[in-house]
Structure formats: structure tokens, C-alpha cells
């Protein structure tokens, strides 16, 4: 009696997986411009066999863009706002070590502004 049981239900499986079969079969017909696409995946070898053999090639380089950081302050990350502080604090003590702004700091601040006025006029970034 078990070995009918389990006969029986090995068919009903069978039918099952048939039925599924069928099913993502259509379904990978249906696709558009594509068609099925799993007679051609188990035409082609595995991604590790082609692999294994390419091991000694350099990989190409792909050119990644750096992204602009936010202009905003609110919009920045934390890292983004400390590097940003710090930048600003370097440029602060370059201007104090600056003999210029030592001898007299109104006229120095006063024509650094006069020049980034006239770069900014003619639309050439600092």
C-alpha cells in the first residue's frame, strides 16, 4: 500500500513540475524583444569556468565620477562638514601667516574681495 502511495504521489509531482515547466516557458516567450532566453543560458558555460582562465589579465578600469559635494551646509554629511571646517581652517591660518595681511589686513581682505568680484564678473571660478 505504501509503495502505491508513494508511486502516486510521485506522479502528481511529476505533473506539477511538467505544469511549471510549461508555465515559465510561456511566460519567458511572452517577454518582449528578448523572447526565452534559457535555451541560450544553458548554451553558454558558467561565468566561474571563464573566469577561472582569465585570472592573469587586468581587470579594465572603469572611470568613476567623483561626486560634487553638496553646496548646501544643511545638505552635507557629517565627514562632508568636517572636511569642509577643516579646509576653512587652513586657509584661516594662511591668511594670518600671509605677510600682506600682517603689515595691513583692511587693504589685503579689501583687495582679495576686489579681485573675486572681477572673476566672478567675467565668470572664471577661483
Not at 505504501?2 to 511538467?18: F, G, H, N, P, T
Not at 545638505?75 to 605677510?99: C, D, G, S, T, Y
Request: hydrophobic share 35%.
Amino acid at each position: 500500500m505504501k509503495l502505491r502511495k508513494e508511486r502516486w504521489l510521485q506522479k502528481i509531482e511529476s505533473v506539477k513540475l511538467a505544469k511549471q515547466k510549461q508555465k515559465a516557458e510561456a511566460k519567458r516567450k511572452a517577454t518582449p524583444v528578448v523572447g526565452d532566453m534559457q535555451p541560450l543560458m544553458e548554451a553558454l558555460p558558467e561565468l566561474s569556468d571563464l573566469t577561472a582562465g582569465v585570472r592573469d589579465r587586468k581587470p579594465p578600469k572603469r572611470h568613476v565620477k567623483a561626486k560634487s559635494e553638496p553646496v548646501d551646509f544643511c545638505l552635507m554629511k557629517q565627514a562632508q562638514k568636517h572636511r569642509l571646517l577643516e579646509q576653512e581652517v587652513a586657509w584661516f591660518h594662511e591668511v594670518i601667516a600671509n605677510p600682506t595681511y600682517k603689515a595691513n589686513p583692511l587693504m589685503a581682505i579689501s583687495e582679495h574681495l576686489s579681485k573675486r568680484l572681477r572673476q566672478e564678473e567675467e565668470g572664471k571660478p577661483l
